[in-house]
């Protein structure tokens, strides 16, 4: 499980198409705000979160990585009752972070993402959390236990869920 530094002209720069650009973020978003009605268990998972973290590192691109967040985190503010941004503000900061980290450490092997995805889970609560109570005033709780719980399930999730992505990475 070696996280290795890469210098920046060994670093693989992915792209995808336009369908896959598009679908997966979109289906992310959509089993999010849906699946949760029908299985309690699935709001544990934060999936548009794990597609930004998936494009980001693979971009490699501290732009692309911040327009892919801001944009996913504003289509799921769109489907909540919470006012629009919160989710965007978060998962923005999360789409620079991961897209910067990527392009200075080797993560594409399953140890590193889980460890980056546990790392931007916790960062995105708490930003989240922040700009919820200080920004906005909304009546959110935080709990260490569900939190840490939520982040484990959600890395190894990304483990499995970036395996199955790879196979759309095109070489730029």
């Known amino acids: 499980m070696p996280i290795t530094y890469t210098a920046p002209e ?3 720069v992915y792209r995808f198409s336009p369908p896959v650009t598009i679908g997966v973020p979109l289906a992310a978003i959509f089993l999010q705000a849906f699946l949760p009605l029908r299985l309690h268990f699935f ?3 934060d999936l548009p979160l794990l597609v930004v973290i998936f494009f980001a590192v693979a971009r490699r691109s501290p732009v692309a990585g911040l327009l892919t967040g801001s944009l996913i985190g504003l289509l799921q503010d ?3 009752h919470h006012p629009i941004g919160i989710y965007g503000i978060a998962k923005t900061v999360v789409g620079f972070g991961a897209s910067s980290l990527g392009a200075k450490l080797d993560v594409d092997n399953v140890g590193a993402r889980f460890l980056v995805t546990l790392f931007f889970y916790v960062v995105h609560q708490i930003v989240y959390f922040t700009v919820a109570r200080g920004l906005v005033k909304l009546t959110v709780e935080w709990s260490w ?3 840490l ?3 484990l399930v959600n890395a190894v999730t990304a483990a ?3 395996t199955l992505l790879d196979r759309f990475k095109q070489r730029a």
């Open 78 to 80: 769109s489907l909540t």
């Open 160 to 162: 499995i869920l970036f």
């Open 149 to 151: 719980g939520a982040a």
């Open 145 to 147: 236990s569900h939190e």
């Open 10 to 12: 060994q670093v693989e």
């Open 43 to 45: 709001s544990l998972f």
